[in-house]
């Protein structure tokens, strides 16, 4: 049982918006930068956001970062296929010292 | 910036095993690192971090007590000692550098591209 709790699986047609949501607590997202990564099948993890909403360079502007309270929520637009992946939020939890990740989310583009 | 596992492999419960991380192209002293492992089919796990200086360690509770960060600036390289492995231990290990000099910190804008522990007999 992850400390960040992600749906397991999402889907949306090509060309649509998705989003993904990671829900904590105080101790971890209510009190911490979350990030995000994107793991494609066989690959190691990929920076896509970082301090919640920030894109490293190179990410393209259709991925997109918000938190409210003890929520973030990843958000990707005009989907296309090669966005199929695993997603994982994670961030660091004060109360046990250690950063945790949500479980993951498979996102399936139809 | 370059990120190179090794010490990976097959190991019997209760044995040991050194994973190494090469790191290049930054100032290695500049930043923390971390340890995340994904046993097969499953998520990510974060393992353990070490600040830029070498100074301050966190461990998951899953290994504290049986696995040890450490860093050699001289050498660029991080390391994972591995002590008592379980089965639950086997998983793909990466190597991933903080975009800051504390531990905590779940920003790693770099990772290395794993190297697999098996624990069985």
């Known amino acids: 049982q992850s400390v960040l709790t992600q749906p397991p699986s999402v889907s949306a047609a090509p060309g649509q918006k998705v989003t993904i949501s990671c829900s904590g607590s105080s101790s971890n997202i209510g009190n911490n930068y979350v990030s995000w990564y994107q793991q494609l099948p066989g690959t190691a993890p990929k920076l896509l956001i970082y301090e919640n909403n920030k894109r490293p360079s190179g990410i393209p502007d259709r991925f997109s970062g918000s938190k409210s309270g003890t929520s973030a929520t990843l958000g990707i637009t005009g989907l296309q296929t090669g966005d199929e992946a695993d997603y994982y939020c994670?961030?660091?939890?004060?109360?046990?010292?250690?950063?945790?990740f949500g479980g993951g989310t498979k996102l399936t583009v139809l | 910036v370059q990120l190179v596992e090794s010490g990976g492999g097959l190991v019997q419960p209760g044995g040991s095993l050194r994973l190494s991380c090469a790191a290049s192209?930054?100032?290695?002293?500049?930043?923390?690192m971390s340890w995340v492992r994904q046993a097969p089919g499953k998520g990510l796990e974060w393992v353990s971090a070490?600040?830029?200086?070498?100074?301050?360690?966190s461990y998951a509770d899953s290994v504290k007590g049986r696995f040890t960060i450490s860093r050699d600036k001289s050498k660029n390289t991080l390391y994972l000692q591995m002590n008592s492995l379980r089965a639950e231990d086997t998983a793909v290990y990466y190597c991933a550098k903080a975009s800051a000099r504390i531990v905590a910190t779940a920003t790693f804008d770099y990772w290395g591209q794993g190297t697999l522990v098996t624990v069985s007999s």
């Open positions: 192209g930054f100032t290695f002293s500049s930043y923390a």
């Open positions: 070490i600040s830029g200086g070498g100074d301050s360690t």
């Open positions: 994670g961030t660091w939890d004060r109360s046990l010292s250690a950063l945790v």
